[in-house]
């Protein structure tokens, strides 16, 4: 069994919003957990409905444990560069991630050319997450065991002691148990299986090999 453990990573507890004026255009912050691409995307589009009259939504998110985390930003019609870089910056700075940060923003008259343009969206990117709750996001790996009926008692002792759950659990010629993993605890899932003389692979019973691990 080869186990690639991944370490807690902050995330945010809950959304928060916050509005900056900066030389009369106004930029409001929404800033919303999201653990996937398309939670991130259906963040960005109650912005847009919440908003629809608002110049741009500008957007930056950062999604997935810190070492092999998934980006991606939008200026939307800002210049390039001006506003998405500046906002995934801020959110790479504060080590944060399962996050996304729209900005809203409402042209006030006033050019504040690039330069201004970039300070101004980080500064509402940095309003927003200095205001966030930050909790700790646990990786977690889907491991399957192969077990006699003797080592189920034992299995589920291991799994109440080091906080895996047991998800899925099937009954045949051998225990077959899908496991949910901390990421933390692989090592010991390792020594345990090994002391008993368990096979484990990465993964569910009909995709193994292509889990996290």
Same mark, same amino acid.
């Given at each position: 069994?080869?186990?690639?453990?991944? $370490?807690?990573?902050?995330?945010?507890?809950?959304?928060?919003?916050?509005? @900056?004026? @900066?030389? /009369?255009?106004?930029?409001?912050?929404?800033?919303?957990?999201?653990?996937?691409?398309?939670?991130?995307?259906?963040?960005?589009?109650?912005?847009?409905?919440?908003?629809?009259?608002?110049? !741009? !939504? %500008?957007?930056?998110?950062?999604?997935?444990?810190?070492?092999?985390? $998934?980006?991606?930003?939008?200026?939307?019609?800002?210049? &390039?560069?001006?506003?998405? /870089?500046?906002?995934?910056?801020?959110? &790479? !700075?504060?080590?944060?991630?399962?996050?996304?940060?729209?900005?809203?923003?409402?042209?006030?008259?006033? /050019?504040?050319?690039?330069?201004?343009?970039?300070?101004?969206?980080?500064?509402?990117?940095?309003?927003?997450?200095?205001?966030?709750?930050?909790?700790?996001?646990?990786?977690?790996?889907?491991?399957?065991?192969?077990?006699?009926?003797?080592?189920?008692?034992?299995?589920?002792?291991?799994?109440?002691?080091?906080?895996?759950?047991?998800?899925?659990?099937?009954?045949?010629?051998?225990?077959?148990?899908?496991?949910?993993?901390?990421?933390?605890?692989?090592?010991?899932?390792?020594?345990? %299986?090994?002391?008993?003389? @368990?096979?484990? &692979? %990465?993964?569910?019973?009909? &995709?193994?090999?292509?889990?996290? %691990?």
């Amino acid at each position: 069994m080869t186990t690639q453990p991944r $370490h807690p990573y902050p995330v945010p507890a809950g959304p928060v919003d916050r509005e @900056i004026v @900066i030389n /009369k255009s106004r930029f409001i912050a929404w800033l919303r957990p999201a653990a996937s691409r398309d939670q991130a995307l259906a963040v960005l589009a109650s912005a847009q409905s919440e908003y629809p009259a608002a110049t !741009h !939504h %500008c957007y930056a998110y950062l999604i997935g444990p810190p070492a092999s985390a $998934h980006a991606a930003m939008s200026d939307d019609g800002e210049p &390039s560069g001006t506003a998405g /870089k500046p906002i995934l910056g801020v959110i &790479s !700075h504060k080590g944060m991630s399962d996050v996304i940060v729209v900005v809203t923003r409402y042209f006030g008259g006033i /050019k504040l050319g690039a330069g201004g343009l970039v300070r101004a969206y980080a500064a509402a990117a940095e309003a927003v997450l200095s205001a966030a709750e930050v909790t700790a996001q646990v990786p977690v790996s889907t491991m399957t065991l192969f077990l006699d009926f003797a080592q189920e008692q034992p299995m589920r002792l291991w799994c109440d002691r080091n906080g895996a759950t047991i998800d899925r659990i099937e009954y045949g010629e051998q225990v077959v148990a899908e496991l949910i993993v901390p990421d933390e605890a692989l090592g010991a899932l390792t020594s345990f %299986c090994a002391a008993n003389r @368990i096979d484990a &692979s %990465c993964g569910a019973p009909d &995709s193994l090999g292509s889990g996290l %691990c």
